[in-house]
């Protein structure tokens, strides 16, 4: 996601923004067989670098229907009380 945000600022001249649909599956499908903890870290990896100090995105939104986004979020909660963002 990061290269494909590089490369349409290069084309488009202006910053990327980043739809992301149904984040959530693969976490849920990983919960389902087991690999769950695997699957968060992987995601957590992948958007960090995609989403966190990425110049060539205006802004990202990302979206989600099933309850392993509740217990992901819940497993993500900063020092101090508050929610992470990846």
């Not at 110049?55 to 009380?81: E, H, I, K, N, W």
């Amino acid at each position: 996601m990061l290269v494909l945000c590089q490369y349409l600022y290069k084309h488009c001249g202006q910053k990327a923004v980043l739809l992301i649909d149904e984040y959530n599956v693969p976490l849920d499908k990983a919960r389902h067989f087991g690999h769950y903890d695997e699957m968060a870290k992987l995601i957590r990896n992948l958007y960090s670098r995609s989403l966190k100090s990425n110049g060539c995105l205006q802004f990202a939104m990302m979206t989600g229907t099933t309850s392993s986004a509740v217990s992901y979020r819940r497993r993500s909660r900063a020092p101090g009380g508050s929610w992470s963002c990846w």
